[in-house]
């Protein structure tokens, strides 16, 4: 589930960003959300091979959902090799990616707790965040990184189910897991929640999960706000285009896949791994004044 090359250079060589990775044109390839890492082709790069620490997270522990796969898996190893201990939240079906992100983590000499269960079951919400806080010994980074995504032509297509379990997994999710989490967070913890591009520039047919993730940038002014006076600070990150599993399991039209990314200022979609360093920007405390904050990472896209 790693781009494969042990000779990679890390995420501290210097390279032209055009060039630190090809690009990629996927074939057409269909699973079922949420899909399996390991079946990908190719391979994205979650930073097995390619991210180096650099000590900035030493002691740390950290609950990443979603941590199984793509971003929130890459989150979890750069943490690791930064030296934190790392929890992970997946779906059942996701057991084995999540297995070898959690290899990963125990190779980089760090502890890896896994949490399997349905974000869109609020009792799960509460109850992962007491286990990842009984395993762990307590809990400084929370990242808010889970989401579903599902591709439909146009909103006469979502079915009430699909735009519920959407709100469900990536927004309401988010508050109750964050809600659970307060009583344990210290001053000098950081709360990070993943939103997109898409709340800035939502497709047409992603109309449900464009919303949420302009509800995920609004929660996260506001709760900075709330929370800045106690010493925890909120920021969130806004991906581009990045080859993960969510995109060819029905996050995007089967044949828009060949051509995914290339319209990003450098031509290529992101690999996972190149969001790693914005999260762990604002994990550690080298982000001490930066607070409500969304660090776009989207190969050169216009936002505001
Ligand atoms: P991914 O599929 O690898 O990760 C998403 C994870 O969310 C899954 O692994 C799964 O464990 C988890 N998840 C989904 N529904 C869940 C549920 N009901 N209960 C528990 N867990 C659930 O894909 P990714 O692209 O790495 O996604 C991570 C985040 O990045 C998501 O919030 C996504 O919206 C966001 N994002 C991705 C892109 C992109 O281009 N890949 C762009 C912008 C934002
Ligand atoms: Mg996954």
Redesign the pocket.
Known sequence: MTADSSNQADQLTFVSPVDRYPSISPPEQHQE???I?SEMVPQPDIGEFSYRGTGRLIGRKALV?????????ATAIAFAREGADVAI???PA?ES?AQEVARIISESGRRAVTIP????DPTFCSQLVGLAVAELGGLDILVN?????LAREGLADIPDEQMM?TF???IF?MFRVTRAALPHLQAGSTIIN?????AYQPSPTLLD?AST?AAINNFSKGLAEELAPKGIRVNAV??????????P?E?QPTEDLPSFGKSTGLGR??Q?TELAPAYVFLASPESSYVVGATLHVNGGQPTP
């Open positions: 959300e949420p899909g890492e959902t979603g941590g199984d796969s793509g971003i929130g898996a939240t997946y779906l996701e990616d269960g349905d974000l869109v990184n889970a989401g579903k995504q379990q469900e997994a990536n999710a993943t939103t997109s591009i898409q999960y993730k806004a991906p581009g285009p990045i080859w993960t599993v969510l995109q399991s996050g979609a992101g996972p």
